[in-house]
């Protein structure tokens, strides 16, 4: 026979219950915060925190997109980023991965090298990107490039670059 549950029970399974119901709905919204570019190299910052409708939707693409994928791991992106952007006037030294579909202009740091016009955005062609980080001809780290997280592909390149040849 099980006892009905006191007022008092009812109040401390409350207690528990219920934070841990919020914790859940809001714990996608964090590790999507990780991976957020946050306007990093221009990505558009969002808010997870206040939509947890998006942290959800993160997850769900998180784990749609780590089926298969080429550049699963930091190391693979760097290995494919240090082979594409082996320099000159380009040289690979690490990579960030971001999450977002949307087109975003690449941030140049002050006295870094600056695409040409049309070369001004990334278009990712998947929820995840690398963001690839380097030095144009010994200038200050900056993005250098994008590869398609589940394809390995060059999405976006600086090269060439105004003025000069590839």
Do not use: C, H, N
Not at 40 to 54: C, E, H, S
Not at 67 to 86: F, I, M, N, S, Y
Not at 121 to 134: A, H, K, Y
């Amino acid at each position: 026979m099980q006892a009905i549950p006191t007022p008092r029970r009812r109040a401390r399974i409350a207690l528990v219950a219920v934070p841990a119901a919020l914790a859940a709905l809001w714990a996608p919204s964090f590790v999507a915060e990780v991976y957020d570019g946050d306007g990093f190299a221009g990505t558009p910052a969002r808010d997870y925190l206040t939509r947890p409708d998006q942290g959800w939707r993160f997850l769900a693409d998180a784990v749609r997109q780590s089926r298969g994928t080429a550049l699963g791991t930091a190391k693979d992106a760097l290995t494919q980023a240090r082979d594409v952007w082996a320099g000159p006037p380009a040289v690979a030294d690490a990579v960030r991965l971001v999450s977002g579909d949307a087109p975003f202009p690449v941030t140049v740091p002050a006295a870094g090298a600056t695409p040409a016009p049309r070369k001004r955005m990334v278009r990712p062609r998947s929820p995840f990107t690398w963001i690839v980080l380097g030095r144009v001809r010994g200038g200050p780290r900056q993005p250098i490039g994008a590869l398609d997280y589940r394809s390995g592909r060059v999405v976006w390149d600086i090269r060439p670059l105004p003025g000069r040849g590839r």
